[in-house]
């Protein structure tokens, strides 16, 4: 067996080799100690870096008071898909007047509003814009003394913000409005104002935009003497701050200067803000800066009114796609020189989205019951739609029959022309199209009176709006012709089919109208198309 040594040095060894493992124990622990030391200031500071980006955002929301919300409200949960009411707001008071002109003591008044909705699978989302000057009922809203108005019938819709006649306006009237429009539940309502919208195209480095023709300082201001500078050049350009806010203000000289034209380019203007924003990222880093310049100007319903809301509610966004972002507006047509909703159109519209049935006919309400193809929801209450996408000239005739039920001609005018023998027949087609919501601008006789096949000519632009018209007469062929508008030559075809009597049968209950599908605008869509009204831009 083996002797311990008493050799002093090998005690010194072992005693050293004791003391290194010892130092180098330490040294070890030294390293690892240090990288937990800096982790862990890293997490505290880093919460309370996080609690105190919380607590700054915190302090630039503004809430508007819930209680003038309605006592008589759509109910809750009945879709799984949520509702958010956006409001632009014009008011001049916190340093907007010098933004949109006008005296900082007026009333709030509302320029512009849509309501998102966000389907439940959160894929999906649509924005209808309502015009500021269409005709509604308000219902009774809150006063500032706590008392609550009388309800208001056939009224404009942008006067429900003016409720009370303060300088900040009244979000919760809107609201109720809204909800009394829509029969949907708004879960929750924002209020932009100029100095916010403006700030937040200067946080993202700039909205491209584009312009069908030159525009000059009098088309801003049209109550100018004179035509003045050009202030925007025809074409795409990038802008931010005071000249986005005039891009999406101008009214006046393009197509009719009317206020559905200003919603087109505010649609596209919005759908090219989201493309930049979804392009920069949907990071902390990036989305700080932007809840920042959000919540400096906004003010939001009381269930929206914290940091951490918003920035979830911004966050449980990020996997709808542009594709299937949509922006529409509620069906509608004149009356005299104010907007009136059609009906059963905007009813059937409002059943899609509380059914989280997309325009296109998707199922989206993210159960798995639909698989999102529009199929196997089809006899679960709200019918499939035909898709908008590949229309050419044989399946807009083909499927004339299928939904002719659902076809809106709000906004649209149409010339018509017998093309065959049989007497009274253009003014029949007249009447069918009107009956649809179209306007009839003329009939007569066609040149060619041997028409077999019913023809819908159309002008520069203007396609879109002859496919919405050939779809009330199957098998009809569009054409492009050489005038300015759109025109129907009735031919032996449509003869035969009024002969037999009606074929087409009645929307299904909740279908939205074809029109109002092929009419839409994803935010994916050529930044250049569809920016006017009446004028086939």
Same mark, same amino acid.
């Given at each position: 067996?083996?002797?311990?040594?008493?050799?002093?040095?090998?005690?010194?060894?072992?005693?050293?080799?004791?003391?290194?493992?010892?130092?180098?124990?330490?040294?070890?622990?030294?390293?690892?100690?240090?990288?937990?030391?800096?982790?862990?200031?890293?997490?505290?500071?880093?919460?309370?870096?996080?609690?105190?980006?919380?607590?700054?955002?915190?302090?630039?929301?503004?809430?508007?008071?819930?209680?003038?919300? /309605?006592?008589?409200?759509?109910?809750?949960?009945?879709?799984?898909?949520?509702?958010?009411?956006?409001?632009?707001?014009?008011?001049?008071?916190?340093?907007?007047?010098?933004?949109?002109?006008?005296?900082?003591?007026?009333?709030?008044?509302?320029?512009?509003?849509?309501?998102?909705?966000?389907?439940?699978?959160?894929?999906?989302?649509?924005?209808?814009?309502?015009?500021?000057?269409?005709?509604?009922?308000?219902?009774?809203?809150?006063?500032?003394?706590?008392?609550?108005?009388?309800?208001?019938?056939?009224?404009?819709?942008?006067?429900?913000?003016?409720?009370?006649?303060?300088?900040?306006?009244?979000?919760?009237?809107?609201?109720?409005?809204?909800?009394?429009?829509?029969?949907?539940?708004?879960?929750?309502?924002?209020?932009?104002?100029?100095?916010?919208?403006?700030?937040?195209?200067?946080?993202?480095?700039?909205?491209?935009?584009?312009?069908?023709?030159?525009?000059?300082?009098?088309?801003?201001?049209?109550?100018?003497?004179?035509?003045?500078?050009?202030?925007?050049?025809?074409?795409?350009?990038?802008?931010?701050?005071?000249?986005?806010?005039?891009?999406?203000?101008?009214?006046?000289?393009?197509?009719?200067?009317?206020?559905?034209?200003?919603?087109?380019?505010?649609?596209?203007?919005?759908?090219?803000?989201?493309?930049?924003?979804?392009?920069?990222?949907?990071?902390?880093?990036?989305?700080?800066?932007?809840?920042?310049?959000?919540?400096?100007?906004?003010?939001?319903?009381?269930?929206?009114?914290?940091?951490?809301?918003?920035?979830?509610?911004?966050?449980?966004?990020?996997?709808?796609?542009?594709?299937?972002?949509?922006?529409?507006?509620?069906?509608?047509?004149?009356?005299?020189?104010?907007?009136?909703?059609?009906?059963?159109?905007?009813?059937?519209?409002?059943?899609?989205?509380?059914?989280?049935?997309?325009?296109?006919?998707?199922?989206?309400?993210?159960?798995?019951?639909?698989?999102?193809?529009?199929?196997?929801?089809?006899?679960?209450?709200?019918?499939?739609?035909?898709?908008?996408?590949?229309?050419?000239?044989?399946?807009?005739?083909?499927?004339?029959?299928?939904?002719?039920?659902?076809?809106?001609?709000?906004?649209?005018?149409?010339?018509?022309?017998?093309?065959?023998?049989?007497?009274?027949?253009?003014?029949?087609?007249?009447?069918?199209?009107?009956?649809?919501?179209?306007?009839?601008?003329?009939?007569?006789?066609?040149?060619?009176?041997?028409?077999?096949?019913?023809?819908?000519? &159309?002008?520069?632009?203007?396609?879109?709006?002859?496919?919405?018209?050939?779809?009330?007469?199957?098998?009809?062929?569009?054409?492009?012709?050489?005038?300015?508008?759109?025109?129907?030559?009735?031919?032996?075809? &449509?003869?035969?089919?009024?002969?037999?009597?009606?074929?087409?049968?009645?929307?299904?209950?909740?279908?939205?109208?074809?029109?109002?599908?092929?009419?839409?605008? /994803?935010?994916?869509?050529?930044?250049?198309?569809?920016?006017?009204?009446?004028?086939?831009?």
């Amino acid at each position: 067996m083996a002797t311990p040594t008493s050799d002093p040095s090998s005690r010194r060894g072992r005693g050293g080799r004791s003391r290194g493992t010892r130092a180098g124990r330490r040294r070890g622990r030294g390293p690892l100690r240090t990288v937990l030391m800096v982790a862990l200031a890293v997490t505290v500071l880093g919460t309370a870096g996080l609690g105190w980006i919380y607590l700054k955002l915190n302090g630039g929301i503004s809430t508007f008071d819930g209680d003038g919300l /309605s006592r008589d409200r759509p109910q809750a949960g009945s879709s799984k898909g949520e509702n958010v009411l956006v409001i632009g707001s014009d008011a001049r008071n916190d340093g907007n007047s010098a933004l949109g002109g006008g005296s900082k003591d007026d009333i709030g008044r509302s320029d512009t509003a849509f309501l998102l909705h966000v389907y439940a699978d959160h894929r999906h989302a649509i924005a209808v814009s309502i015009p500021r000057d269409t005709l509604v009922t308000v219902p009774p809203c809150r006063l500032p003394d706590g008392s609550w108005s009388k309800a208001q019938e056939h009224t404009m819709f942008n006067a429900a913000f003016s409720v009370g006649q303060t300088e900040k306006g009244n979000p919760a009237c809107t609201q109720n409005t809204v909800e009394k429009l829509t029969g949907l539940r708004v879960d929750h309502t924002v209020v932009v104002d100029f100095k916010g919208f403006a700030s937040l195209t200067d946080v993202v480095g700039g909205v491209p935009v584009c312009l069908p023709q030159d525009i000059y300082q009098g088309d801003l201001d049209p109550h100018r003497a004179t035509k003045g500078a050009v202030i925007f050049r025809k074409g795409q350009q990038t802008v931010s701050g005071q000249k986005a806010l005039d891009y999406v203000r101008i009214r006046h000289g393009m197509g009719d200067g009317s206020d559905i034209g200003r919603i087109k380019r505010q649609q596209a203007f919005v759908s090219s803000l989201l493309k930049k924003i979804k392009s920069d990222g949907f990071s902390p880093t990036k989305l700080l800066p932007l809840a920042t310049a959000a919540t400096r100007s906004m003010t939001v319903d009381p269930g929206l009114g914290s940091a951490a809301k918003l920035v979830s509610f911004a966050m449980s966004l990020q996997d709808i796609d542009l594709h299937n972002t949509k922006f529409v507006t509620v069906p509608w047509r004149y009356q005299g020189a104010r907007v009136a909703v059609v009906e059963p159109d905007a009813s059937d519209l409002w059943a899609a989205l509380k059914a989280d049935r997309t325009i296109d006919g998707k199922d989206a309400r993210g159960d798995g019951k639909g698989a999102g193809d529009g199929g196997k929801g089809a006899g679960e209450g709200v019918a499939a739609l035909p898709s908008s996408a590949g229309t050419g000239p044989s399946s807009v005739g083909a499927g004339s029959s299928a939904s002719a039920g659902g076809v809106s001609g709000a906004g649209i005018d149409v010339a018509v022309l017998n093309g065959t023998s049989t007497r009274g027949l253009a003014a029949e087609a007249a009447a069918e199209l009107t009956r649809h919501g179209f306007t009839v601008t003329a009939t007569g006789n066609a040149l060619s009176r041997q028409h077999t096949t019913t023809v819908v000519e &159309y002008g520069a632009g203007l396609r879109s709006r002859a496919e919405t018209v050939a779809r009330l007469f199957p098998g009809a062929e569009l054409r492009p012709g050489g005038g300015t508008g759109v025109e129907v030559v009735v031919g032996s075809s &449509y003869a035969a089919s009024e002969a037999a009597g009606p074929s087409t049968p009645a929307a299904p209950p909740g279908t939205v109208p074809d029109s109002l599908a092929h009419g839409a605008r /994803s935010a994916d869509d050529d930044l250049c198309s569809d920016l006017s009204y009446g004028d086939g831009g």
